[in-house]
T-cell receptor, first 114, second 113 residues
Framework: ETGVTQSPTHLIKTRGQQVTLRCSSQSGHNTVSWYQQALGQGPQFIFQYYREEENGRGNFPPRFSGLQFPNYSSELNVNALELDDSALYLC?????????????FGPGTRLTVL | AQSVTQLGSHVSVSEGALVLLRCNYSSSVPPYLFWYVQYPNQGLQLLLKYTTGATLVKGINGFEAEFKKSETSFHLTKPSAHMSDAAEYFCAVASGSARQLTFGSGTQLTVLP
């Protein structure tokens, strides 16, 4: 069984640019959540996708957007990058079908904005 | 809104000593509670979770936690620390229709030889 994978591992961008991060969910999981973890802090919920629709969003501006594909993989897009967007971006998948299901995290993408 | 407070951003223990990492939460509904561990440059690994039932929860690597509703606490313990336990530990509560996780700010555990 393949776990959650994310690409790329590391990324360096400059302020104002756009970035796309990718996540492949664990086999059998139909839900993907994205989290931002700034240095020295706990992860913060960005949004969740369930069956290709946004299913909840945290306190992040609209320049953070996402997609989920029919195979349940997902993308996180960030436009107009700011220095404060530098963080580890974590993707988590789960089989959200009633009640609570455990979220399985990928290794993350480290984004540096210069 | 849910929130999580982890007391002590850094905890140091000697190898073989008791590990106690503190977590308090606020939740307007019965909570789902979790402890995750993060090793350097890695993602999060679930140590244990409380959803319903027994309030003393056992997890991986010898860790356990007790849900105390009256104290709104979910402290993580391990009887005897091992060098390999050195990592960052996060307490989290699940909430909302998306069951999103709200994390504490983390506790860095150092194990001294």
């Amino acid at each position: 069984e393949t776990g959650v994978t994310q690409s790329p591992t590391h990324l360096i961008k400059t302020r104002g640019q756009q970035v796309t991060l990718r996540c492949s969910s664990q086999s059998g999981h139909n839900t993907v959540s994205w989290y931002q973890q700034a240095l020295g802090q706990g992860p913060q919920f960005i949004f969740q996708y369930y069956r290709e629709e946004e299913n909840g969003r945290g306190n992040f501006p609209p320049r953070f957007s996402g997609l989920q594909f029919p195979n349940y993989s997902s993308e996180l897009n960030v436009n107009a990058l700011e220095l404060d967007d530098s963080a580890l971006y974590l993707c988590a998948s789960s089989p959200l079908e009633g009640g609570y299901n455990e979220q399985f995290f990928g290794p993350g993408t480290r984004l540096t904005v210069l | 809104a849910q929130s999580v407070t982890q007391l002590g951003s850094h905890v140091s223990v000697s190898e073989g000593a008791l590990v106690l990492l503190r977590c308090n939460y606020s939740s307007s509904v019965p909570p789902y509670l979790f402890w995750y561990v993060q090793y350097p440059n890695q993602g999060l690994q679930l140590l244990l979770k409380y959803t319903t039932g027994a309030t003393l929860v056992k997890g991986i690597n010898g860790f356990e936690a007790e849900f105390k509703k009256s104290e709104t606490s979910f402290h993580l313990t391990k009887p005897s620390a091992h060098m390999s336990d050195a990592a960052e530990y996060f307490c989290a509560v699940a909430s909302g229709s998306a069951r999103q996780l709200t994390f504490g700010s983390g506790t860095q555990l150092t194990v001294l030889p």
